[in-house]
């Protein structure tokens, strides 16, 4: 299974990015699966997440602000971020949420004030 996380960029403050993940050697339908990120010198932290049937979860800081989706056909999930914040900087990954796979490269989000 590889994921590829895709999107990445460098925004200002208040800007938006889409991010998107790839993933091959697997169909993603049956799995909740997540968006993690980890901020420079910090922990990998789940930042949203969709089960199989759509139900959405997200981390109290960006709720309102992101939207996680998922096209199962394309075994793709996205990841619209809106309203972007200067510690919304950091990797950004994406991953089942159980057992996960190997973790792909993620892609950079660096927000400037």
């Known amino acids: 299974v590889q994921l590829q996380a895709s999107g990445g960029g460098l925004a200002q403050a208040g800007g938006s990015l889409r991010l998107s993940c790839s993933a091959s050697?697997?169909?993603?339908?049956?799995?909740?699966m997540t968006w993690y990120r980890q901020p420079p010198g910090e922990q990998r932290e789940l930042v949203a997440s969709i089960t199989s049937t759509g139900t959405t979860n997200y981390r109290d800081s960006v709720k309102g602000r992101f939207t996680i989706s998922r096209d199962n056909a394309k075994k793709m999930v996205i990841l619209q971020m809106n309203s972007l914040k200067p510690e919304d900087t950091g990797v950004y990954y994406c991953?089942?949420?159980?057992?996960?796979?190997?973790w792909g490269q993620g892609t950079l989000v660096t927000v400037s004030s």
């Open positions: 050697g697997t169909i993603i339908s049956p799995y909740q």
């Open positions: 991953n089942r949420a159980t057992v996960p796979w190997p």
